[in-house]
Structures are given as C-alpha cells and as structure tokens.
C-alpha cells in the first residue's frame, strides 16, 4: 500500500530564512507527487507538482521540490520565507495505475516569527 | 466567483440528527470528492465519483452516504452524526480529460462541529 509521510509536524523559522519541508513516500510503483498549501481559513491549492521529467520542479511562490526516486523524497524548498507563507503543507502520492485518489500526509504547518 | 462551493460553510448539530453537505463547481470536471480533514491527520477521502452513474467509497465511508445529483453538485450526508465526525469537510474536483495525473481543485471547506 502506498503511504506518505511528513516528519514535521511543524516547523517554525524566522522571516528571511531559508526553509525544507520534509515528505517520504512508500510506493513499490511509479507515483505522481503533489505539494498542496491550505492558507488560515482556506481550502487546499496546488503549490507544484512532480509528474516525469526533471527532478527539480519549481512551482509558486518562489517553491521548488526535487524528487528524489532512491530516497523516496520529494522535499519542499524556499530559499528565503515570507510571514504570507505562514500555512499548513500537505505532500501527497497518486500511483499511475490508480485514476482514483490522492494520498495525503498528515501535513507541515509552516510558522513564520519576524 | 469561487469555482468549487460548498455549503454551508459552518454548520453545528446534534448527535443523531440528519446532515446534508453540498458541494457544486462550475469547473465543468467530471470527477468530484469529498474528504475529511482532521487535525495531524491530514487528509482521508470519503466518497469519490468520476461521473454521475459512477460513485465509489473511499477509505472512511462508514457513517456517510452520497448523491451525484448531476455533473456539477456533488452531497455528502451524514445520517445520523456522531461525535467523532466533527472534522472539517471539503469537497474538490478534477478533469480527467486534462492528463491523467490527477490535479485536484479544493473548495473552501465545511467546518462541522457535532455535539
């Protein structure tokens, strides 16, 4: 069965600082993988996705997330955070064969300090 | 306008009583979900349905039913709430058209809170 998981359940760093949200998959097939940001009050919105190609994708925001296939990672990256991305951060795997759901992680919730 | 809606927003019940959650989009999607959000646990799908004739339970379908009553309007029921299911609900659509890996579109979500 495939699962995900966010190590962090939350992570706190000042403004201006860099930041790596941590998420490992367990799959014994190929996946797409998907980082999802839900804002205070907010539904979930696509941050960036990983579908085939490079492995570094950049996505909105100034994100960016590299997978990593022999470690099973796809960690999240910004090199320097706003008090705006102050929210929570949800991985999440859907296999190839599978058109029905995505998996999610139990979520990062990213706090920023000034 | 939003594309996906869900009412009502806030909702408050007692234990036993009838609730019905409503979700529509105007994104023209086929498939449509619905999912509970709990706090550390991320999220966990409920219900999920690629077309009208086409609905299919998810990981914690116990306790919920649903209706596709056309493409657009996609509603969770809970037949008798309980406790344990206050938890934040949202609804989200995709297009498989579009490729197949899936994106999926969230609503703003429906926070019950049971009794």
């Known amino acids: 069965a495939q699962s995900v998981t966010q190590l962090d359940s939350q992570v706190p760093v000042f403004e201006e600082a860099p930041v790596e949200l941590r998420c490992n998959y367990s799959?014994?097939?190929?996946?797409?993988l998907f980082w999802y940001v839900q804002y205070p009050n907010q539904g979930l919105q696509l941050l960036l996705k990983?579908?085939?190609?490079?492995?570094l994708v950049k996505g909105i925001n100034g994100f960016e997330a590299e997978f990593n296939k022999s470690q099973t990672s796809f960690h999240l990256r910004k090199p320097s955070v706003h008090i705006s991305d102050t929210a929570e951060y949800f991985c999440?795997?859907?296999?190839?064969?599978?058109?029905?759901?995505?998996?999610f992680g139990s979520g990062t919730r990213l706090s920023i300090r000034p | 306008d939003a594309d996906v809606t869900q009412t009502p927003r806030n909702r408050i019940t007692k234990t036993g009583k009838r609730i019905m959650l409503e979700c529509s989009q105007t994104?023209?999607?086929?498939?449509m979900y619905w999912y509970r959000q709990d706090p550390g646990l991320g999220l966990r799908l409920i219900y999920y349905?690629?077309?009208?004739?086409?609905?299919n339970k998810g990981e914690i379908s116990d306790g919920y039913s649903v209706s596709r009553q056309a493409q657009a309007k996609f509603s969770l029921s809970l037949e008798s709430a309980i406790p344990n299911q206050t938890a934040l609900y949202f609804c989200?659509?995709?297009?498989?058209?579009?490729?197949?890996?899936?994106?999926?579109?969230f609503g703003p979500g429906t926070r019950l809170t049971v009794l």
């Open positions: 990983y579908l085939s190609g490079s492995t």
């Open positions: 999440a795997v859907r296999i190839y064969s599978s058109a029905s759901k995505i998996i």
């Open positions: 349905s690629f077309d009208v004739k086409d609905i």
């Open positions: 989200a659509t995709s297009d498989s058209t579009t490729g197949d890996y899936n994106e999926q579109f």
């Open positions: 994104k023209g999607h086929d498939r």
């Open positions: 799959s014994s097939v190929s996946v797409y």
